[in-house]
């Protein structure tokens, strides 16, 4: 019976430590609330600025307006419409881009004759911007989808491309003598060596192609197409609607923020932080 009354009260006093415990995980971090509180702070700095007119009111909307804006677009279907057909662009483009990009960077990595045969031409291309390649888009491939896609694998590939190629430069050579002791196949020290050691490097690429991906594709739809949030903001632009402009800039932040977190950290969870190449 000690024994039991014992328990009773190691649990009767365990529980609430657990309640306490549970309710802490639930509770916002100190770096979440800081997040939260400069987001705050920038709608009343914008709120302000537009209550003393410190800029022309038919171009800089309030707060408010942005928030009716949103709910015409969304009531007349236009935003859904937009962002799906930016969207589709995005992921064809960053999904070429890497099913281009990384086998490019590994070969450039691992092959010193790849690298002075190619390199040179890379770097030369590499500085043109993504925008100068709409008007040779528009004549190869005419106005809409694949002009807009082209635009997107030719910009984001060469962050891709570099990232892996220097992924591959840094691995340790201790793990390439390794397989050589062994006589590993090229194709297993490929699956099981080359591309696990470089893929913090790989990720990194992809990140900044799908960054580079969205700043190309709106001047691309403003330009070269009759959808997407591009042209949803540039058709605004002569309707002096700027708070429909704002609205579409908002709608492609936050599809970036939810694939920062969402996508790109729940990739690096399942592979650099379960392999232990990067802490949780």
């Known amino acids: 019976m000690a024994d039991v009354s014992y328990s009773k009260n190691v649990v009767a006093e365990a529980a609430p430590e657990a309640v306490a415990a549970s309710s802490r995980r639930w509770l916002p971090s100190r770096e979440r609330l800081l997040g939260i509180a400069t987001i705050v702070a920038f709608i009343a700095i914008w709120e302000i600025v537009y209550r003393l007119g410190l800029m022309p009111k038919w171009a ?12 015409e677009l969304i009531a007349n279907g236009k935003l859904f419409t937009n962002m799906a057909a930016s969207v589709g662009r995005q992921i064809t483009g960053v999904s070429l881009a890497a099913l281009v990009g ?18 040179p031409l890379c770097r030369l291309l590499y500085p043109i911007p993504g925008i100068a390649w709409i008007p040779l888009a528009i004549l190869w491939f005419g106005v809409g989808f694949t002009s807009t896609v082209f635009v997107i694998f030719f910009s984001g590939i060469w962050s891709i491309m570099f990232n892996t190629m220097t992924g591959v430069q840094t691995l340790s050579g201790q793990y390439t003598d390794v397989a050589r002791v062994y006589l590993a196949p090229r194709s297993l020290y490929t699956r099981r060596i080359l591309i696990p050691g470089s893929l913090p490097y790989i990720i990194t690429g992809m990140r900044l192609t799908y960054g580079v991906g969205w700043r190309v594709i709106v001047g ?33 932040a936050m599809i970036g923020w939810v694939s920062e977190n969402l996508f790109f950290d729940w990739i690096e969870e399942k592979t650099l932080v379960r392999w232990g190449m990067r802490t949780a």
Not at 60 to 71: E, H
Not at 102 to 118: D, E, H, K, Q, V
């Open 220 to 252: 691309a739809e403003m330009i070269s197409s009759i959808t997407g949030l591009g042209f949803l903001i540039d058709d605004a632009r002569w309707q002096l609607r700027p708070d429909i402009m704002i609205c579409g800039m908002i709608t492609i």
């Open 102 to 119: 990384i086998p490019a960077g590994l070969a450039l990595g691992t092959s010193p004759t790849a690298r002075a045969a190619f390199l």
């Open 60 to 71: 800089f909307p309030s707060p408010w307006k942005v928030v009716l804006a949103f709910q």
